[in-house]
């Protein structure tokens, strides 16, 4: 199951600044929760930090967690952008999935979160 | 014909949040109204779910509806986004065809629909 | 000489709904008005259909009517903008010539209308 | 079903001459023989005429009368192969079939034909 | 582990001419033998068929049998080839592996069976 | 009509030496002999020069003679082949030409010229 | 010496619409002003026109005549920009200067010009 | 170390103008912070100069003083922007890392400076 | 310095059968022994084993061991080449060092080693 | 003038081996002997070395010194020939011309020189 037990962070060497961070997964794999086999995809963060950034092994080792867990694309992509903003709590955060196409149709899903109370 | 009772919904996993969910099928064939002979293209859905997403294997099956209709671009895109919209009720939909080309000249066609009452 | 007689249209078929049609010419041919050697260029138009949309073989052959034509860039582009916002009395149309190098220098030419009263 | 009537042949302008033909066409759509859903496809064809060529046209129309056929990627380059052996007596001819990925895995098949009693 | 019981065949269309069939897949993984760690890859086998043609979904699930195997990239590619030629008893086979970056470093292997007593 | 009396040469520099020269002309255009309709490709020559190279101005000027001639796309590339092999008597020649999709179809052709007494 | 008197100018076919001009120069070459070795690169310009459109022939030879000149990339798009407002007056003009790479390292200027009482 | 002291400048030639200038440098290298092994990346920097531009040659010497630096991407990113604004005292002024994939996942970081009091 | 003893291998999967694998490390980086700036570029090791094949952790731990190293690209491949024949007594080996431009001239570098006694 | 005297050597660090050194330079410009207008391509050399490999910044200096030299591309990359072979006395050397268009039409010119009593 997904684990964000998993994810690290440490300090951001400039919490004054507002500045952007862009991680990029190519090879995320779950499983089809409906034929039970692999799924495929990137999965793309762009977030613009705190007070923590996000330690990079630990991402690889959370993003690994999806392997066996069965999931639609439309879950998988808001459960990270919900992880990511309980760990590191971000002036803003957007999350995209990019899935390999199944039956001939590829699938895209983008969801994003601003803190409120920042401009 | 283009059949929308083949459509089917999945409840939306997080419809408190406003993100999108792009959809790209390549595989759309149709028919020349005129001379009869097969149309190719590419249609593209991008939308922000309300309560509903589309099931993606239903989207595959009247994605093929329309192989034997003959229809002009301007009429399957617009088709395609008022089925959509009836289906899905979605704060926001955009549906592209872009379509091989005919006589040297290819042919891209785009509308939009956006749900009232929303920002 | 382009000859505008030999386009038609056909009713648009969602008169009430603004989209977007796009059409990408690549084989456009005209002649140079000053050294009389064939000039290659592609011809992009994109509108917004008001009550018709423009027939695409009868485009095609407009757009063949260019091709002992001798005309500067920018009059060709000026030229196929003001035929078509004749014909098609378009909410909103834009039309885009690349050329191909001469002296190993390209040039692009980009023209826009848009309808009085419309947003 | 293939209907290899539909292929017309002029005469080799050059026939003292061994050259080389290429036909691509991207456009092929067949029929999965196993789930009944569309497959599609690119077919090529390479070949040194003898004493026919292939009229263009009627290639399409040829190609077209497999859109509605149940039938494996391995029988269809093979029977391309066939039908243009029996209609050009080719010197040497080549087949080749890329079709669009099923369950992540894409499939090419390539047959040739080289005439005895030639080089 | 690696299952070949998984693998299923049919019968030649056209065994009596030597013709090529290639067979790419680009959603494989496995896990690194000494980290534990997902690898991933993609999948090409190129044969001349003999008697029997491979049957893409069994092959597919063939694939999804290295997803918790951990295996160097060298094994597993001359595992795969040693799985075919035992199953199709082919005129010739390839089988190459494409990995992706470990380390800022790539890895292709690529091996090939001949049938004696064949040209 | 073609023009072959518009082609001019000039004496090869190193006429001792055995090397290759290619031209690539991608602004080709004639009439199709059916229809009377433009049609538009990319001649590519390429050649080893014996007394003679072929002077590129006088190259474009005979290219241009095509525009209006309508004719088969074997029978112009195998023209052209004949009109440079009578210029030129090259120690070996090849023309090809890489027409534009009509129908969806796009076709290339190839011929070469090998003078015999060369190695 | 750049030689802004080689440039010339037409009259603008449409001066009561606003309209872009685009012209593409990949064969920039001037001198570096410390070393004396060759720089190359691409220039663009993009200008709307108000009375006069530049003739592309005159502009080709003005760049020229950079070749010998040694001067820094930001002095040479200042200059250019410069050279081209007091010749066309024109309601916008951007030029931009690609230069190659100089020790692994590319540079890329840009600068625009507005002409005031437009809006 | 990284070390400021190698940079130069020189005098904006047109300081009166509000322009930018891009400096690609694809060979950027340092040290992993915690395992010690070299990182490599791309920075790209834009700027719209004030009194100062940056002078190339310096610029490329003080990126090479990063080349035995143990330092987390997001460090070095704001690192170089403080130089830069420390240095050109610039209108404004922005810095991206690219940097190639670790464990399969690669970063970008871009961080932004706008000098105050000015639009 | 270079330093093979950094080199480990493992035994051979299949040892009776000749195939290749294909190393690409495209994060090399030396010193230019003359000016003593960093030089950059990718290596492509293509080898047939014999009873060794080359651990990947290992090899990237000797690229590495170049970073400090001033030598001509020449001579770094040839090192290289010579190392790994010392190491691997492989049946056959190819390699090749592509190195980033300098001075706006790119070099690659390409040497093969094939054991006697071998077809 | 074309000026062999800048070109320096340096001793081949293994002239028992027989490998292969190839050099790209995109920067090459010369003059056209007809117009006089600025000509530009590609040189790329392929040698194998024999006692000598020749030093990449004499050779940078070596093609500047084409810059205002008119010439026929044919002459060009022939005299590069000749020059390299006086210089070097390689095993085997091959250089290719790749100029930009001219009329829309683009020339490559290749030519090939191997050693007598080597394989």
């Known amino acids: 199951m997904p684990d964000s037990t998993k994810l690290e962070t440490f300090e951001n060497p400039r919490p004054g600044r507002e500045y952007t961070?862009?991680?990029?997964?190519?090879?995320?794999?779950?499983?089809?929760?409906?034929?039970?086999?692999p799924d495929f995809g990137t999965i793309?963060?762009?977030?613009?930090?705190n007070k923590l950034c996000i330690e990079l092994k630990?991402?690889?080792?959370y993003i690994f967690t999806?392997?066996?867990?069965?999931?639609?694309?439309?879950?998988?992509v808001n459960q990270i952008l919900d992880?990511?903003?309980k760990?590191?709590?971000?002036?803003?955060?957007?999350?995209t999935g990019e899935f390999t196409p199944r039956g001939g149709i590829s699938t895209n899903v983008?969801?994003?979160?601003?803190?409120?109370?920042?401009?």
């Open 21 to 37: 961070i862009e991680i990029v997964a190519p090879e995320f794999s779950s499983v089809c929760p409906i034929t039970g086999q």
């Open 66 to 76: 999806f392997r066996n867990e069965g999931a639609f694309y439309e879950t998988i």
């Open 44 to 49: 793309i963060i762009q977030y613009v930090p």
């Open 83 to 85: 992880d990511m903003v």
């Open 110 to 119: 983008n969801a994003v979160y601003i803190k409120e109370n920042e401009e």
């Open 58 to 61: 630990s991402f690889k080792l």
């Open 87 to 95: 760990l590191l709590n971000p002036r803003k955060i957007e999350v």
